[in-house]
């Protein structure tokens, strides 16, 4: 996926902020009036961002943004982490989630099959491959360009043993997020779930 030179420019801000902290700049993405900054602890680490460390880059990334001024126009700027159940849209986010359970919506409507979920067994940069959770464990490999939507699927529990019964797959979204709206110099609401944008 390309970013527009707006993008580019923003990421070149925070990722040094979100470098500083021990984080990674997980997704950028700007919907309309929003630019949403979704930030996450490096590959392989245990937990997830904390709050005090979400509000502490909210902060920063803030300041940085009024400093520097990289978006043109009103705009809600929202800080979050990714929560348990994220979204995939880009190779990186595939490849860092290897292992995991995840569920794809192809964008084909007309497709005898649309939804596929399974564990995400591999990536590279055009394709995923998900083993479904069928009685032949089958492979499918699916392009990113026919993918919809895509996410992790969050399961309790150790995972069932094949053939296995008893363990139920429970999911959750709920994501770690900073709800303090802060006031910008451009007169958008600093927020990490609030897209109101002020009169």
């Given amino acids: 996926m390309t970013e527009s030179p707006v993008l580019l420019r923003v990421r ?3 990722e ?7 984080l990674d700049l997980y997704d950028l993405e700007q919907r309309g009036g929003t630019l949403r900054i979704t930030i996450d602890t490096p590959p392989g680490s245990e937990g997830g961002v904390d709050m005090d460390k979400l509000a502490l880059a909210t902060r920063l990334i803030s300041r940085e943004m009024d400093h520097q001024d990289p978006m043109p126009g009103r705009y809600t700027l929202e800080v979050t982490s ?12 595939f490849q860092r989630e290897i292992g995991k359970t995840v569920n794809v919506r192809l964008a084909d409507t007309t497709a005898d099959q649309r939804r596929f979920e399974g564990v995400l067994v591999s990536a590279d940069e055009s394709t995923a491959t998900v083993r ?12 990113f360009a026919d ?9 309790w529990g150790p995972q069932p043993k094949p053939g296995g019964k008893g363990a139920s797959k429970q999911k959750q979204s709920k994501s770690n997020q900073n709800k303090s709206p802060q006031p910008s110099k451009s007169g958008a609401q600093h927020s990490s779930d609030s897209k109101k944008e002020p009169s």
């Fill in 16 to 22: 040094p902020i979100t470098s500083d902290l021990d």
């Fill in 132 to 143: 479904l959770d069928d009685a032949e464990l089958t492979e499918q490999v699916i392009a």
């Fill in 82 to 93: 990714p929560g348990v159940e994220r979204t995939l849209r880009t190779p990186a986010h």
């Fill in 12 to 14: 070149e801000l925070i």
């Fill in 147 to 155: 993918i919809d939507r895509a996410r992790t699927v969050f399961v």
